[in-house]
């Protein structure tokens, strides 16, 4: 393998969402066990990301934190709390970082959605594709899901670095603590860390030759009525097939009077089906196309 | 059967929590489609309890509407917002029920808890018994709690009845519609009727010989810390066991290091296991004892 770029901070972050409270309940946990999250060749920083928004158990307080990250520093006076509060947390860990930022970010999430254990990447870096190869080599059922953030738009508290990615999994009901998959994330996050030190130590464990990563399409919403609430529920048949494959004639939505909608606009893989915070965002679930990318090539490359 | 009085106005409310989805979206299309509702021998009022809440997806937005019925009218000048609209929802029931209360209540609720389709309880009426036993020949796994509401302090909304109870079914999480939930509520509801229709024409169904009630007995608490957070969690072998019995040596919770503490109070049946709304009302699952209820008795005084 080739010289690779040694990474000295990786930030993991819980809370970003404040009525999330596996990665919330995580991150307080490290805040006060840190040797949980070491590794002998980077220095890594916890961070309970809204701990206003937590202490009240909301998603947010004025507007969604993790849409509200301006690497480049545009918003000169940031008006809601959590424009504010990404700005401090981009202060406070270039004073971590040496003056830079971190060199990855893992940014903890759960959804309703049965997203089992999911990866949000926003890049195909080589390094967050091996990452995700290695996580699968460890935890078959690890599936990535691939977002292009909009550059016009604040985003991501992990587009602070572009290696790392969100870590989403579910379903889990916002505002609960559920055991097992708070031991999940754990294990998650160790085995990241564990790459981080294989990387930097420049040798990988062997990884599976290629990895499938499921490519965003487009946003499906809800029917709604004229005051704006869903007028349909998703479909049973739909309800948990996160990262299956969707075909024309499927249903989709269910109304309540029963009536169904099917689908027609040919094969592909939904994400994030009945996400909780997301009705208020226009999206029922998400269609994504499946590539299979080769992880031999990122190798010797 | 001996003469039996008539129910004259039976309410079917939802949304009493705000993000308690399959009730609130129940509610506001009943409201749209009373059709459903309709039986020959009384009249049935659907209600949106807090609209309000609803609207911004919280339990409620001042303080729980659900606690907060007085029927004696205590309260001359409410202060929170919830203590004023359950004053406005008595109001407005004693004006379409020819000035009394509801003869019947059936309040909507979901949880976070797995406690399947599920009735609560605040007395032991016999024709709250012997509903319940129709609903267990027509749907075998419901479940009864009986909980004794504290007279010091505001009640539930269905207290303004002596008749009927809260519904609750789960697990669902907060802000999320679940198809099939949805429709199981429905058809409970629809039973409901039927039997209110069957009392009122004086003719019952066969109806089981006994029935088992989970009779309250006190709540648990997550340990806590400093901040008053939970240290621990529920077990991965207690959670999804409501109705289940729980014995001395069998684990309940489990901390963020793998620490368990088990249970050591006798046996006993648990229900409400991890509901999200009780992290903030200090209960991480309530014991009750299993009580064999004979409804041939009831039947026959």
């Given at each position: ?57 909301r998603r947010y307080v004025e507007r969604d934190l993790n849409r509200s990250f301006h690497p480049s520093g545009e918003i000169a ?225």
């Open positions: 393998m080739k010289k690779i770029q040694h990474l000295d901070h990786v930030l993991v972050s819980g809370g970003t969402h404040g009525n999330e409270y596996t990665g919330a309940f995580l991150a307080r946990h490290w805040l006060q066990n840190p040797e949980f999250l070491r590794r002998a060749s980077f220095k890594t920083i916890p961070l309970l990301a809204n701990q206003r928004a937590f202490s009240i158990c006076n940031p008006e809601a709390f959590e424009l504010s509060r990404a700005r401090d947390i981009e202060l406070e860990l270039r004073k971590n970082c040496a003056g830079g930022l971190p060199s990855v970010i893992f940014d903890l999430h759960s959804t309703t959605a049965q997203m089992g254990l999911s990866l949000v990447l926003t890049n195909r870096e080589p390094f967050n594709i091996l990452l995700y190869a290695y996580l699968r080599s460890k935890f078959p059922s690890v599936n990535a899901y691939l977002w292009q953030e909009p550059k016009s738009q604040p985003g991501f508290l992990n587009s602070l670095s572009k290696f790392g990615f969100a870590i989403e999994i579910g379903a889990v009901a916002n505002g609960v603590l559920n055991a097992e998959w708070v031991f999940k994330t754990a294990d998650l996050v160790s085995a990241c860390l564990d790459f981080v030190e294989f990387w930097n130590c420049g040798e990988l464990p062997a990884l599976p030759p290629s990895v499938p990563l499921y490519s965003f399409l487009n946003h499906v919403d809800y029917p709604r009525g004229d005051d704006g609430l869903p007028t349909a529920m998703i479909h049973p048949l739909l309800q948990g097939r996160d990262f299956q494959p969707l075909k024309d004639g499927d249903p989709i939505f269910i109304d309540f009077k029963g009536r169904e909608i099917l689908w027609n606009s040919g094969t592909a893989w939904a994400v994030f089906i009945n996400e909780a915070a997301y009705y208020e965002k226009g999206i029922a679930f998400t269609v994504t196309e499946k590539i299979e990318v080769n992880t031999v090539d990122l190798l010797i490359n």
